[in-house]
Each structure stands twice: as C-alpha cells, then as structure tokens.
C-alpha cells in the first residue's frame, strides 16, 4: 500500500506547520468574519455609540491640582472605551461564535482532521486582533477628529499602548474559549456572555470615575483583566495626576503588565483544559 | 492483507440505555462494509467510536492500527470521515473549504479536481449559505477525502441526494475503492449497500445481527424464488398444470418454489399446448436486499417485543 508512506513521514508536531496552520485559520476566520455583516457591524456599532454617547453627554473637564493641565470628558473616557472595546471584540462576541461553532457541530468537522486545536486558538487570537485593532482605530480616529482627544507622545506610553493591546486580546480570546465551556446551549450563549462582562465594565470604572467606585466592588475588579486594561490605557493617554486621584498613587503599569500575563498564562492552560471540540450531543 | 478495522465486544451505554452490547467487526484493508439497521439502532453510535468522536464503554478497537479512543494528528491524517450532520461554514464557497481542508493535511488530493469529483465544479464559488441540501452532502464528501485518505467513513453519504447525486457519490466513493481504500459506510439505502459494499452488516437493537456479502446475507441465496406471471389472453381461465402451488390474485398467478427452472419449463409446456408461445409478464424474482432486512428487523422486533 503506497499510502501509509507519505503519513508515516508526516511531523503534525513541528513549528513551521503550527505557523503554517495558524496563517491558515486566521485568514478563513477574517474571510468569514468579513462576510457575515451583521458580525461586522454590531462588533463595530457599539464602541462608537458609546464613544459618541459619553462624548456628548458628559462634556466637561476634570479639575486637577492647581496649575496642572485639565483633562477633557472625552479625554478621559476614550481609555475605558478602548479597553472595553478590547474586551467586547476579544472575548465576548468571540465566546459566542465559538459556543455557535461547537453547537452547530462546525468544530467536530475540524476535530476530524489533523488540525491541531493550538492552530484554531490562534487563528481565534488573530481574527481578534485584527478585530480589536480596527476597533481601537476607529475610536481613536472618532475622539481624535471629533472630540480633540490628545494622542500620547512620549515612547513609553506607546509602548503601553501595544503592550496592553497584545497582552489584553490575546488573554481574552483564550479566556473566551475556556468560557465556552459553561455554554450549555447555542441560545443561552449571550445571557452567559454578556452579564459578567456588563457588571465588570462597571465597577472596572468603563464609564465611572475610577475613584467613585466602592472600595468593596474595586477589590472584586482587581481581580480581573479589564480593570487592568483600563488602567494601562490610562496611562496611556492621561496625565499623572490623575493616577493620584483614581489609582490613590502612580499608574502602577509594571503592576498591569505582571497581572495581565499572569491572565494570560491562567488563560492558556484554561483554554487547554476547558476546550472541547464538540457540544450538544451526548458522548 | 492487512486489516484495516478490528472491533471486539465494543459495548456502548447512556446511562441505563445499551446503545451497543458488544459488537465485533473485522475489516481487511480494501474492504468496503456497509452497515444497515433502523434508525437508532447503533450505526452511528458504532462508528463513531470507530472515528474517534465517541468513548466506549468497553471492548477493544483498533483502526488503521491505532486505538481510535485516543486519536493523533498522524492517524487523522489517515482516516477521512463523512459525519451524518455537521455545521456548516455558510459564509465560504465550496473551493474555499476544501482548499482549506486540504492545508491541513500532508499529501492532500488537488481541491479543484476534488470539488470537480464530487460533481460541483459549477457551485464551486458560490457561497454554501446558497447552496441546496443535496450540494451541501457532496461538499460534505469532498472534505472527507480531500486528505486522501487511507480509510473513510461514511455516516448516511448520499441522504438528502437526488438519484443523479447518489449516483454521482458511488462513482467517487468506487473510484476510491479501486485504488485499495478501505470504506465503512452507513446507509438506509438497500440499493446503495448492494452497489457499493463487499459485504455487509445489519445492526439491530445494538448488536450485528448478520453479517455477510450481499448477495447471500440473511440466507437470500437459499431462500424461495417467486414465479409469476399474468393469466390472460387464451390463458384465461385455462386450468393450471397439475401440482402447482399457485396463489391467485385476479389474473395474476404467483408460485413460490426451490425450483423455478423446472416450474417455467412447465408453465411453457402448458402456455404453448394452449396456443400461447409467449406468458404474458412472466418474471422469476429472489426476495430483494430489502425484503430480507425488513424480515430481520419485523423478526428481531417481535423478539424484542416478548423477551
């Protein structure tokens, strides 16, 4: 039998077919994300409502000490935009389709073949982030042309800004597909997905003072990435003075690197763990 | 030869329900199988198994020399599977899948001639959200084989498929088997089994009730011919010849017999005496595939019935 020989040679373990693989999933997934608009558009239409609605309704400044320069609303909400956008994109509309796609028996197809399950986190990781990219474009591009919001100019705080970016996608992407796990049924998805990721948006300081918040509830969101992320886009685009008031001292961004990839590790290996390539028939 | 498929004893329970109790399949390489029975029976609780989809409660398999309950990369490679059902990918076009597919793999066939094989060379860009039912089984049959694989399985491969589809689907799936693939294929199509299948397997209730060719399985080689033909024309309410066992129905006579040769040669004998050479739709029949199944499972029903 000539067939066995070309399997026998074959490495599934290597590094350059993993890389290979991975490129694969990617571009089917944005070639699937791309042609499915209502994915598009909700994915999109929510950052730049919320953009558009805390800009409009909280127009005003935040007082600092004297002689520092004041902070716009819009300013200082553009960071928690960013970060929630982030979160949005990366974990919860990629925790519902992947819920969808182990429901509807797409992943027992994939599970199949000699695909390894490594090479579809990634390509999950790389459709969110081009996702997530283009959605911190355009809130940007809409508080930098709309509602003046400064762009930072010292290296360090780009720096930060991709940083976190990185850390923050790929840590809610596998964070989503451990996620999955607690989705019983394709219908129930949102109504698993959406209240956590609402409850932390609020006590993370998404759309609140970070400092109005109860001391009770900070505790719990300290817990989480989000109030990490948040922070670390802070940093980014806000001057230190407004550490003092919300984070009661510096911004404290070693501490959002550190507590962010230890998520991502926890993720990874929940991700691993939790995964399952098919849902909703009995086995 | 090799064997492509070894199952002993494979028992399969849902808590207190026995899906499978205990069934033992051999498969030689370049076999094709194929498994009938009810629906609910085990078929696809069986192969499944066999795929590696599905733990078994106990008993022993091997596949392609690999114990399917814990597959690897490696023996994916090797095996191509058809599911029953599977989601489906509604935002890409049949060309875009299969290509996909095929990168997964390390000695794929070529996607094109693939979509071309299984007969959508002209819905190869459109996207699958569009496509019909039938279009969507044959896509379903390109991802499984677009691997070249060794061995496929084929979980009910042309349900859903027009007469021209199912045709279609055989051609690729005996195209297959020529080249010493080995194929273990569900169906409920009597016809399909005969087609395609060396042999075959009926299971009932959970267990292999028979297994063999198709053309002596359920003892259909020794089983009774049927001769009937029509009473009319000069025939018509003539006596028949002395000593058949004929049952009448209007003008149609039928007689069951071991010995249909000898009961023509009469019939002719007789027919021509009366002045009538030729006995209108005379026609000799042995109770089809079908006709056997159905008796198994009537019989093993009414054995389930009183236990």
Redesign the interface.
């Known amino acids: 039998m000539t067939a066995a020989a070309p399997g026998m040679e074959f490495r599934p373990n290597t590094p350059g077919r993993f890389a290979r693989m991975a490129v694969q999933r990617t571009r089917i997934e944005l070639l699937t994300f791309f042609r499915t608009p209502e994915l598009v558009f909700f994915t999109f239409l929510l950052p730049v409502l919320f953009v558009i609605i805390f800009s409009t309704i909280f127009s005003g400044e935040l007082e600092g000490p004297p002689g520092a320069e004041k902070v716009e609303f819009a300013q200082y909400f553009i960071p928690g935009m960013i970060a929630t956008g982030i979160v949005s994109a990366a974990f919860a509309s990629l925790a519902m389709t992947v819920a969808v796609e182990q429901h509807q028996g797409l992943l027992r197809r994939l599970s199949g073949t000699p695909l390894p399950r490594s090479a579809y986190f990634a390509g999950k990781i790389g459709l969110a982030l081009a996702t997530s990219a283009m959605e911190v474009v355009i809130i940007l591009a809409l508080g930098v042309v709309v509602f003046g919001v400064k762009l930072p100019s010292e290296p360090m705080r780009w720096f930060a800004f991709v940083g976190v970016f990185f850390l923050g996608v790929a840590t809610c992407c596998l964070l989503a597909i451990a996620y999955t796990r607690l989705i019983r049924t394709s219908q129930s998805a949102p109504a698993i997905v959406q209240p956590p990721y609402l409850v932390l948006q609020f006590i993370s300081g998404v759309f609140l003072q970070y400092s109005d918040i109860p001391s009770g509830l900070k505790v719990v969101a300290s817990i989480f990435p989000l109030k990490w992320m948040v922070q670390g886009y802070r940093y980014v685009f806000l001057p230190d003075w407004v550490a003092q008031d919300d984070y009661g001292g510096g911004w404290q961004i070693e501490r959002v690197y550190l507590v962010l990839a230890i998520w991502f590790v926890v993720s990874f290996f929940g991700a691993r763990y939790f995964f399952r390539w098919n849902r909703g028939q009995a086995d | 030869m ?1 064997t492509a498929i070894l199952a002993r004893a494979i028992r399969k329970r ?1 808590g207190e329900l026995d899906a499978l109790r205990g069934v033992d399949l051999e498969m030689p ?1 370049g076999e094709v199988f194929a498994l009938l029975g009810p629906n609910g029976a085990g078929k696809t609780t069986f192969v ?1 198994i066999l ?1 590696g ?3 078994r409660t106990s008993g022993d398999a091997e596949v392609l020399g690999v114990d399917p309950a814990h597959p ?3 023996w ?4 191509g ?1 058809v ?1 029953q ?5 509604e ?2 076009t049949p060309l ?1 899948i299969v290509s ?2 095929a ?5 794929p066939l070529d996607p094109v001639s693939v979509v071309q094989m299984v007969g959508l060379s002209d819905k190869a860009n459109e ?1 699958c959200r569009n496509l019909s039912g039938g279009q969507k089984r044959r896509v379903d049959l390109a ?1 499984g084989i677009v ?2 694989p ?1 061995l496929i399985f084929l979980d009910e491969p042309t349900t859903g498929l027009d007469p021209q589809g199912r045709r279609q689907i055989w051609d690729v799936v005996q195209n297959f088997t020529e ?3 080995t194929v273990l294929l569900t169906t409920h199509y009597l016809d399909e089994a005969e087609q395609l299948a060396n042999r075959v397997g009926v299971i009932i209730r959970g267990e292999l009730v028979e297994v063999g060719t198709p053309r002596e399985i359920g003892g259909r080689q020794q089983a009774l011919a049927t001769v009937t033909f029509s009473r009319t024309g000069s025939l018509a309410d003539k006596p028949l010849p002395e000593g058949l066992a004929a049952e009448i129905s209007d003008d149609v006579v039928s007689i069951t017999t071991a010995e249909p040769t000898k009961v023509v040669g009469g019939l002719a004998r007789w027919a021509e005496a009366l002045g009538e050479p030729e006995i209108p739709e005379l026609s000799v029949t042995r109770p089809s595939l079908e006709d056997i199944y159905l008796q198994m499972v009537a019989a093993s029903e009414a054995e389930g019935a009183t236990p």
Request: glycine share 8%.
């Open positions: 090799t849902y390489q499944e795929e989809f599905r733990a690897t990369a490696t994916r490679a090797r095996v599977v599911l059902s599977a989601g489906f990918f935002a890409l875009e996909h597919f990168s997964f793999y390390p000695a996207r991802l691997g070249d060794e080249l010493g693939k």
